[in-house]
């Protein structure tokens, strides 16, 4: 019997930090938002993903805690990500995209309203505003107007120079 409450307060500690760690995160994303002037919908599939993850940890760890043998969980675990893995290699580019978003969301120098200039090669540039950091997509306003929607996987992998974080009036007029 004594056994049993040692399981009890080790699952309720467990669930405790699991809260704790979900409002400091989701505190970060919050703050990272209102810092890199990114739309809450973006936010709000931050969260999911990571309170999904985090959801899953803590019942892998209570599993444990309550005699379920490592062996188990790992057979479990690695028929789910088999599964999961093939469904996702027949839609690796999407997959890759959804990742990208979450770098450029945490660790990327770009947010909207900045001008940038994205470098193609020698003789091809990509000049505009970032009007749209999606999911899937960035999309940038030429200065003739036109709008360019490049997929995040493709956007984290070129060189791009940042001409100006904050609207320049001559920028500004050329975009609109």
């Known amino acids: 019997m004594n056994i049993y409450y040692i399981k009890i307060i080790e699952t309720l500690v467990l669930i405790l930090t699991y809260f704790i760690i979900r409002k400091v995160s989701s505190k970060i994303i919050q703050k990272t938002l209102s810092e890199r002037l990114i739309q809450e919908s973006h936010g709000m599939i931050i969260k999911k993903v990571i309170n999904m993850i985090l959801s899953i940890i803590v019942m892998i760890i209570t599993l444990l805690i309550w005699g379920v043998k490592q062996s188990d969980v790992a057979v ?67 200065k003739d107007s036109a709008r360019i ?28």
């Open 76 to 142: 479990f675990a690695g028929s789910v990500l088999t599964v999961v893995g093939i469904a996702f290699f027949a839609q690796w580019s999407i997959l890759s995209n959804v990742t990208s978003s979450i770098i450029i969301f945490f660790n990327f120098p770009i947010k909207l309203n900045d001008f940038i200039l994205i470098l193609e090669g020698k003789d091809y540039e990509i000049e505009g505003k970032v009007i749209d950091i999606g999911l899937f997509f960035v999309t940038l306003e030429t």
């Open 149 to 176: 929607t490049l997929p995040n996987n493709v956007f984290i992998t070129k060189t791009i120079k940042t001409i100006s974080n904050k609207p320049n009036k001559e920028l500004t007029k050329s975009i609109k």
